[in-house]
């Protein structure tokens, strides 16, 4: 039995604890034990006319049982929902505490993280919670409160059909437990995940997915039927029995019964006197009713996925480029919908649990709050070659931004982890690799003098002394030794050119700036040195 203080729920009402105790629609026995009809059995135009109109006056439940029988007789239909449904069920999902959090609600979101690991098949829950994306609302029922491991936790989370509900129109819409009373009897806090979802603005009974699905899903039953019609006539001859003149109703019927008999096992007697003649059947093409329920299941692909290229609906017109586009589409609908998904657990699930177990002293504008996963992972390549160089240029990057960025989780400070390898001993020896190296080392000395204060030259030199001095040694070694070599200047300044051939006038110039660089800033130096001591 529940027990605790006072408790506020998260629009601010006092909660009765004593009601968490079971489940309300126990109270409500007769939903129990209602069968479900089946309003899809003989479905014309005026019947379905009459199902939405009684929704939108107040009587739900023939709209919601013809949704749940598409989704039972149309495979289409079923199979676009489940990739809608799943692409939000499937994202790995958090408990993250409030902006700018102190040390006690980041404990918080951890310790509401482990007792939501703890509840009964909790991703089955989530996958239960996605009906709404195509019905407009979901209700699902908490079967009383357990502790465990001295925590307050719901011992089930048990979906409840629309039809046990009805909508009451106050200042807000409002769902209800459909009861023995006129307005229905409303839920009860802390018992319930009640999640609505907006497919479009407007009344839940008519704003949702399965209200546009309906007359596709109509029209394409009158397609198949009359296209089961269609091949039942067409596919067989036409067969003509003739009887003499003066045959009673025994040689009628011995007749007719051969007629059948010869239709459905190519064989048959009939007395003599009597003719079967067999005609061809008029010409007719199934083409008509092919293209009827194309577009049906393309229009049903649009409205759910928002497309027709990530489905089989669309034949004849898939492309890649036009197959990318429509997967971003996609995307666009799995973010929206598990944003809104994410803000009904919050509410009906994580603060709950939290207030229940004291881990939301401040209310539920402080509660750490539920979160799916709906980033992308970067190209950890690309990362990989442009934080270095950003990092040298001064930016300064957060390490929990990367981490999350590339979807690599932060180690603990326990866990083993990859250390980086040691670079080479040998600098590199590759003319165009040296130039390159030490323009950039170039480059970021200079953006460091630009803004520095004065006494900045007397720093920067030592340092580029360091940055470049593998490479310049390489260099100066292979210049000394030409120099012993050679008997003339002459012969110098020709073998200099041959030194490095493949290094190109651009390359030469770059390096030469670099070097007259180093030399003002090692007079400014000096300078600086030798005016220090005059004084």
């Not at 670079?423 to 460091?448: C, E, F, I, K, W």
């Not at 200099?496 to 006038?505: A, E, I, N, R, V």
Request: charged share 25%; proline share 6%; aromatic share 6%.
């Amino acid at each position: 039995m529940v027990t605790t203080s006072r408790i506020l729920g998260a629009n601010g009402e006092p909660i009765q604890l004593d009601s968490l105790n079971e489940p309300q629609t126990s109270k409500v026995m007769h939903l129990q034990h209602e069968w479900q009809g089946h309003p899809a059995r003989g479905l014309t135009p005026s019947k379905l006319t009459s199902i939405l109109l009684a929704a939108e006056q107040g009587d739900l439940i023939a709209q919601y049982e013809l949704f749940e029988d598409m989704e039972e007789r149309d495979g289409h239909i079923l199979s676009e929902m489940g990739k809608r449904r799943r692409a939000v069920s499937g994202l790995d999902w958090d408990v993250v505490p409030p902006p700018n959090p102190t040390p006690e609600e980041e404990k918080a979101a951890d310790t509401l993280k482990a007792i939501l690991l703890n509840i009964e098949d909790i991703e089955g829950a989530l996958f239960d919670t996605t009906d709404a994306i195509g019905k407009g609302f979901v209700c699902q029922e908490f079967d009383g409160w357990d502790r465990v491991d001295g925590y307050w936790m719901p011992k089930a989370i048990v979906h409840r059909p629309q039809s046990w509900f009805r909508l009451y129109r106050g200042f807000q819409q409002e769902v209800r437990l459909r009861d023995n009373t006129v307005d229905g009897a409303p839920l009860q806090p802390f018992g319930w995940i009640t999640h609505t979802h907006k497919a479009r603005s407007g009344y839940l009974e008519r704003a949702n997915i399965f209200r546009a699905l309906v007359w596709p899903y109509l029209f394409k039953n009158y397609s198949v039927a009359d296209l089961a019609e269609f091949l039942e006539i067409y596919g067989i001859p036409l067969r003509i029995g003739k009887y003499p003149p003066g045959a009673g109703e025994k040689e009628k019927m011995t007749l007719l019964r051969a007629l059948v008999q010869v239709g459905h096992n190519a064989a048959g007697i009939i007395p003599d006197g009597m003719s079967l003649d067999f005609h061809d059947t008029a010409d007719g093409d199934a083409a008509a009713f092919q293209l009827m329920m194309d577009w049906c299941e393309r229009t049903v692909s649009k409205v759910i996925l928002g497309a027709t290229l990530t489905s089989q609906a669309d034949r004849g017109s898939n492309t890649n480029a036009l197959g990318n586009v429509h997967n971003e589409v996609r995307k666009e609908l799995r973010d929206s919908d598990a944003k809104q998904i994410a803000a009904s657990w919050s509410r009906d699930l994580v603060y709950p649990i939290a207030a229940l177990n004291g881990l939301a002293p401040n209310g539920y504008r402080r509660c750490p709050r539920l979160r799916l996963d709906i980033a992308e992972r970067a190209d950890i390549k690309a990362y990989a070659d442009a934080l270095p160089n950003l990092v040298d240029a001064g930016l300064k990057i957060s390490r929990k931004w990367v981490h999350e960025e590339l979807g690599i989780p932060e180690a603990e400070d326990d866990d083993d982890t990859l250390v980086r390898s040691q670079p080479a001993a040998n600098p590199p020896t590759d003319p165009a690799a040296v130039a390159a190296a030490t323009a950039q080392r170039g480059r970021v000395a200079a953006l460091a003098a630009a803004g520095a204060e004065k006494d900045a030259p007397a720093r920067m030199v030592p340092q580029m002394e360091r940055d470049a001095a593998p490479s310049v040694e390489a260099w100066v070694g292979k210049i000394r030794q030409l120099v012993e070599e050679v008997g003339s200047l002459e012969e110098l300044r020709d073998r200099l050119l041959d030194l490095y051939p493949d290094m190109t006038l651009d390359q030469y110039a770059e390096a030469m700036a670099i070097g007259l660089g180093a030399a003002r800033l090692a007079g400014r130096v000096g300078a600086q040195e030798q005016a220090g001591g005059n004084g």
